[in-house]
């Protein structure tokens, strides 16, 4: 089963979206703060991201970086974020972020095609 790593810590938002990919088909992981994520993605090696940028003890930017950079991993990325400036969806997109989803604009359905179009292959 295809395991995704949720970085979120909105505890319902977290539910909601688990929820949401579990009916579709994928395992789920979940991390509530940066430092758990890094630690979760070294351990389980999900097959895609989804990942919060304003998170407790690493943001979701540090956590991209460190994954991109320091971990050499190329593992598909959804940022899903309340951020919608310019300056975010930029840094994100050097960082090598396949999607940016800003939250109020989109349903859990068209996050779940975005992370079927990222994961078709693998």
């Known amino acids: 089963m295809k395991k995704i790593l949720v970085i979120e810590d909105d ?10 990919l579990k009916a579709s088909g994928y395992e789920t992981l979940l991390a509530g703060d940066g430092e758990e994520a890094i630690k979760i993605f070294k351990k389980d090696q999900p097959i895609l991201l989804l990942v919060d940028l304003i998170l407790p003890k690493k943001s979701g930017l540090e956590v991209i970086e460190e994954i991109r950079i320091n971990q050499h991993s190329t593992v598909p990325m959804i940022v899903i974020s309340n951020l919608d400036q310019p300056q975010d969806l930029e840094s994100a997109r050097r960082l090598g972020v396949n999607e940016y989803v800003v ?5 859990l359905r068209d996050l779940v095609v975005k992370v079927a ?4 292959d693998l």
């Open 117 to 120: 179009e990222l994961t078709k």
């Open 11 to 20: 505890p319902s938002l977290q539910k909601t979206i688990v929820a949401k």
């Open 103 to 107: 939250k109020s604009n989109i349903s």
